[in-house]
């Protein structure tokens, strides 16, 4: 038993402990191969080429790139800083915001829940394509798409709907005859949750040590794939299309940008919860603005660099963007690679590297979302046992995986996966940019400026990106973007005039005029302060430091942008609205909304799942300017010190409100 006992401990090592108690990622190293696992995975291999082929053209580049760098890369540091800091996951994290936020900490819960059951059932169809790797010839060679359809997915086809002739009303609704469950994708479904409980059941010193093989091996491998797939002919051709050529036109189309923002959500994986998760476990005081540009720059980099696999097989087979057509990340992933694999000399062989790497990437997605919830749990009952909430979780999960593996379940995975990520995953981000730049320390303002000032701005702020971008849909862009800057200018303007005269400073130049110091409190404080409190823990010592742009960025650039994209959702829908399983996936991305809503309106109902002792950490009493020391962040009876080197770091508590 004893060498067993060693044997186990060496496979599944106990966790390391924080000094305040709290399981401690092995190192930090191991941290960032887990969010990078996180992020790279099916839409790095499979949804970023089909998006990049749909929008071909370096003028993709332009709306992705800024998601990148005005919403991706600021919220992710929005998202690691608070788990880091306040040392709990996403509900307990925005609690300590403001604790009518912990609705919106259960919504990025929420989101992950929704998406891992139907994202476990691609790894299922995988798995089949690589059951079938073995074989030869390939089973699908010479009818790729008809062995997805009918051997993999097995869906029976549905009885479409009808609209009045006016487009006006459904006379008929889309109907699905098949109801039956497809025993293969149970059985891999089954392999698959092994798989994630097998990886998280014993926590982050078990899971830091599975993150090496599932984000080292497929790196090497997807280098390999990459020179096969360059190597083919007419391989430059398709590398041409995307990399060489330039349609400016499609930058004022709605969609590239929506597209866009879809992509870099989830592909870096901000909004899902496990960030925050899983930098709770790091040591306080590492730098998580580092380790935040670190997450989502690899992850950039390899999504392009992976997607020239499919560049090079996209000339191989004469496959043209545009004309209309749309290529699908289904149809890269289980029709166009395949298709291609089963012309090269040695098929089996690269079949087997594709699927195995498809897999791998995959599953490392899926085990960070469970972990979120896990993690949840373990904040709101550190006594339970974590293998028993590990396993309760897997099989809950298992259990809602199960409608997707139906003779309808491609189509119920179509409709959730379009508006989970359309609607929920969108209005959630959303909302954490506004949210913690607006509720954070709000009584700080109040007591500078008076309520009525607070309201006026907010409303102007508010209502004028509802009013912007309702109008910008119903009439012109143009028209909205008038409309929404009208508003919220005279909501400013307002504020100030109502505004009282603060008694506490405005940073530089802002406090050289009553007006000026008037609109910074109104405007700027409550996003500010959260950096500088923030900065007290992850800016210590040799850390990078949240920079002060980060809070207006995420608030006057990124949630606006978001705004608009959210807007295109509900136009899209009508177009589908004859369709049940749309119509639930709708609901299904409004539940998110409903989650927030309750966690503005009854907190309470959240407390269940915050520890007593940390209850009322979202109350903040503390006068303007006046920081957070980093011992008072997260309430806990001691805290480890130090920039990971067990050193005190040094307290800043002299710094200006800058």
């Not at 508003?487 to 400013?492: D, G, P, Q, R, S």
């Not at 110091?517 to 850390?543: C, H, K, M, P, T």
Request: hydrophobic share 50%; with cysteine; charged share 10%.
């Amino acid at each position: 038993m004893g060498a067993f006992a060693k044997f186990t401990n060496f496979i599944a090592p106990k966790n390391s402990k924080s000094a305040d108690g709290r399981d401690q990622w092995p190192s930090r190293a191991a941290f960032l191969l887990a969010a990078m696992g996180g992020c790279a995975g099916l839409g790095n291999m499979l949804r970023y080429p089909s998006q990049t082929f749909n929008n071909h053209g370096l003028q993709w580049f332009v709306p992705y790139l800024l998601c990148v760098f005005l919403i991706a890369m600021p919220v992710m540091v929005l998202e690691i800083s608070i788990g880091q800091a306040y040392r709990g996951g996403c509900v307990v994290a925005f609690n300590n915001i403001n604790h009518r936020l912990k609705g919106a900490g259960l919504s990025l819960i929420y989101i992950g829940t929704v998406v891992s059951p139907y994202f476990v059932v691609n790894l299922a169809w995988i798995m089949v394509y690589f059951r079938n790797s073995f074989k030869s010839p390939l089973p699908w060679t010479g009818r790729s798409e008809e062995f997805y359809m009918q051997d993999v997915v097995a869906n029976v086809d549905p009885i479409p709907g009808n609209y009045s002739a006016d487009g006006s009303s459904v006379t008929r609704y889309v109907e699905y005859p098949g109801v039956g469950v497809i025993g293969e994708t149970v059985g891999w479904a089954i392999f698959t949750w092994f798989l994630v409980w097998a990886s998280t059941f014993r926590g982050v010193g078990l899971t830091g040590r599975v993150v090496y093989f599932t984000v080292g091996l497929p790196v090497v491998i997807t280098i390999i794939l990459i020179g096969r797939s360059l190597s083919l002919e007419n391989a430059a051709r398709g590398v041409r299309y995307f990399w060489a050529t330039w349609n400016g036109s499609q930058l004022s189309h709605g969609k590239i940008w929506q597209a866009a923002c879809g992509q870099v959500f989830f592909s870096t994986g901000v909004g899902f919860g496990y960030f925050t998760s899983y930098a709770s476990y790091n040591q306080k005081y590492s730098n998580a603005v580092m380790d935040s540009i670190v997450i989502v720059s690899s992850n950039v980099l390899f999504e392009n660099v992976a997607a020239f696999i499919v560049y090079g097989v996209i000339g191989f087979l004469g496959i043209t963007p545009g004309g209309g057509k749309r290529l699908g990340s289904f149809v890269v992933g289980f029709i166009t690679l395949p298709t291609a694999v089963t012309e090269m000399p040695g098929a089996n062989f690269w079949a087997v590297m594709l699927f195995f790497t498809l897999m791998v990437l995959g599953y490392s997605s899926a085990f960070a979302m469970v972990d979120a919830i896990n993690t949840l749990i373990m904040d709101a009952h550190p006594h339970f046992s974590r293998p028993w909430v590990v396993t309760a979780v897997v099989v809950a999960f298992f259990c809602l995986t199960l409608p997707y593996c139906t003779e309808f379940g491609f189509y119920l995975l179509d409709g959730v996966d379009r508006w989970i990520n359309d609607v929920g995953l969108v209005f959630v981000v959303w909302t954490e940019c506004v949210a913690s730049t607006t509720l954070y320390r709000w009584r700080d303002v109040v007591g500078q400026v008076g309520l009525p000032a607070l309201l006026t701005f907010n409303g102007g702020f508010f209502g004028g990106m509802v009013l912007g971008v309702t109008i910008g849909q119903a009439v012109s862009p143009v028209a909205g973007a008038c409309v929404g800057f009208g508003i919220f200018i005279v909501a400013l303007i307002g504020a100030v005039l109502l505004a009282k005269t603060p008694d506490a400073d405005a940073p530089k130049w802002w406090n050289k005029s009553v007006i000026g110091s008037r609109a910074w409190f109104i405007a700027f404080y409550s996003g500010n302060q959260l950096r500088r409190d923030l900065n007290e823990v992850v800016g210590q010592g040799r850390n990078w430091k949240i920079p002060a742009f980060w809070a207006p960025l995420i608030r006057y650039i990124a949630a606006p942008t978001l705004s608009i994209v959210y807007s295109f959702s509900y136009p899209s829908f009508y177009e589908l609205r004859n369709d049940p399983l749309h119509i639930f996936g709708f609901a299904v991305g409004h539940i998110a909304l409903m989650i927030i809503a309750a966690g503005l309106i009854v907190p309470r109902w959240f407390d269940i799942l915050i520890p007593p002792p940390r209850r009322g950490e979202g109350h903040h009493d503390y006068g303007a300017n006046v920081l957070i020391l980093a011992d008072d962040v997260g309430s806990t009876s001691s805290m480890e010190a130090g920039n990971g080197s067990g050193q005190e770091p040094k307290r800043r508590g002299g710094d200006d409100a800058n």
